[in-house]
């Protein structure tokens, strides 16, 4: 029996990604149209324990859909893990008047949406990550333009590693997943990619394949490695050491969550977030919304946390043969 919903609120939590302002305007509007009122919870479940919670109209997100970051802010909240915390949440959306709550984030988001669910508070929640590692969906917000940040910085560092045939290692985000450096991998035409999912630590094949690539005449060793392998700085004085090649590490770090979100990620996260509103506006809970084989569509919160991906192993292996 569905919930009829007058009031929703909406929230972003983890790591902010581009787009999510687009997704965040959509709800709003969506909602509005709908005719249901819409309150803005700031920075996560942290901001839903503080009761951070204002009013938002169709004005209030006006001016936001090219902007990267937040306006709802983010946080991380280790006391939302708690049993304690989620019932404080539940009771603090019922003072409110908030029966639904979109929540736009990963996985972890999605745990905590699932256990407002189960006490009674609608939850739809949208997978806003950088990191693409959200296993239900094919595209998450913010990936798109991560990606072309970092595609463009290391085109930058090619650059000068070309004019000092040095060797490059840059480490891109993406936490335990390897899709950040899996696209720039292609996109950059690296000399090499190591991903958390594959990488087996045999650093003397790194090796040799770098003094082989030096024979054959490459002028720059371009590595990309993940953030979930790390180490980058040791790992370049070792190859350094090992090869006669100076090398350098550069890390790109949070600028790749930053910036302009590309017209992709404007346009999932906008199509998202109306259909989270709208799910909510029909009395749907513990749904995620996702994009899976070229579609929308929704499923359930711990079907989805249940999903299980993996880089795919073609386009690894076509990856690997194209930088030899
Ligand atoms: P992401 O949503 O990007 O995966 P995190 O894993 O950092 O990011 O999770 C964001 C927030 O979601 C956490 O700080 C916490 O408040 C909440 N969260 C994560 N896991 C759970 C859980 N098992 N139960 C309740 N809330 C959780
Ligand atoms: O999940 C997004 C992400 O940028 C990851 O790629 C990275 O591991 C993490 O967040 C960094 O988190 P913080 O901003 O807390 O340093």
Not at 103 to 125: P, Q, W
Not at 178 to 183: N, Q
Not at 244 to 260: S, Y
């Amino acid at each position: 029996m569905a919930k009829a919903v007058k009031t929703i609120g909406v929230l972003t939590s983890g790591g902010d990604a581009p787009g999510m302002n687009a997704a965040i305007r959509a709800v709003v509007r969506t909602a509005i149209h709908e005719g249901l009122k819409v309150k803005g919870i700031m920075r996560g479940y942290a901001g839903l324990l503080q009761e951070e919670i204002v009013d938002m109209g169709s004005t209030s997100v006006s001016d936001i859909i090219h902007r990267g970051g937040t306006i709802l802010y983010t946080a991380r909240c280790m006391e939302f893990m708690t049993p304690e915390g989620q019932e404080q949440g539940a009771e603090i959306c019922r003072k409110h008047g908030i029966d639904g709550i979109v929540v736009i984030g990963g996985d972890g988001s999605f745990r905590g949406a699932g256990k407002l669910a189960a006490l009674g508070i609608n939850t739809i929640g949208v997978p806003g990550t950088i990191d693409l590692d959200v296993a239900c969906s094919d595209y998450t917000i913010g990936f798109d333009t991560a990606v072309n940040t970092a595609m463009v910085a290391i085109d930058k560092v090619r650059d000068t590693s070309t004019s000092h045939e040095r060797c490059s290692i840059i480490e891109v985000m993406g936490r335990k997943a390897g899709y950040i450096a899996l696209w720039c991998g292609f996109a950059n035409g690296a000399e090499d990619i190591l991903l958390p999912e594959r990488y087996d630590g045999d650093e003397q094949m790194l090796i040799n394949r770098i003094i082989d690539n030096r024979k054959r005449g490459k002028k720059h060793n371009i590595i990309i490695n993940a953030e979930g392998i790390g180490h980058s700085a040791s790992m370049a004085r070792r190859i350094e050491a090992a090869t006669g090649i100076e090398t350098r590490a550069t890390i790109l770090g949070h600028m790749q969550r930053g910036g302009t979100p590309t017209c992709k990620d404007r346009v999932y996260a906008s199509i998202m977030g109306s259909k989270a509103a709208l799910l909510l506006a029909a009395g749907k809970s513990n749904r995620v919304v996702a994009y899976r084989h070229g579609e929308y569509m929704d499923l359930d919160i711990q079907e989805a946390l249940s999903m299980k991906k993996d880089i795919p192993e073609d386009q690894y292996e076509i990856e690997k043969m194209l930088v030899r």
